[in-house]
């Protein structure tokens, strides 16, 4: 499974950005999908996942600013950001789980920034 992540950038706070992770197979294979980032010096951490079931989480310090979507034709999974804080600049990571197996994306960098 191949993972392309893109849509980072740099945004002034308070402004948006869409996230889209696109898989190179069905995402109906996948058990979760989701979205971790890692800023300069902290340990990677989740910021939102949905399953095939339809449950879905966010990290309490995105609740409410983002949102996890994904789009079955397209094979494709986004994060919308609005409400930007500079506290959310880092490198954005798609992951996939189809049963014990974990697939990554490259990373797309985020910046939040005036």
């Known amino acids: 499974v191949q993972l392309q992540a893109f849509g980072g950038g740099l945004v002034q706070p308070g402004g948006s950005l869409r996230l889209s992770c696109a898989a190179s197979e069905s995402i109906f294979s996948f058990g979760v999908m989701g979205w971790y980032r890692e800023a300069p010096g902290k340990q990677r951490e989740l910021v939102a996942l949905k399953t095939n079931r339809g449950i879905i989480k966010y990290a309490d310090s995105v609740k409410g600013r983002f949102t996890i979507s994904s789009d079955n034709a397209q094979n494709t999974v986004y994060l919308q950001m609005n409400g930007l804080k500079p506290e959310d600049t880092a490198v954005y990571y798609c992951?996939?789980?189809?049963?014990?197996?974990?697939?990554w994306g490259q990373g797309t960098l985020v910046t939040v920034s005036s």
């Open positions: 992951n996939v789980n189809r049963g014990r197996t974990q697939y």
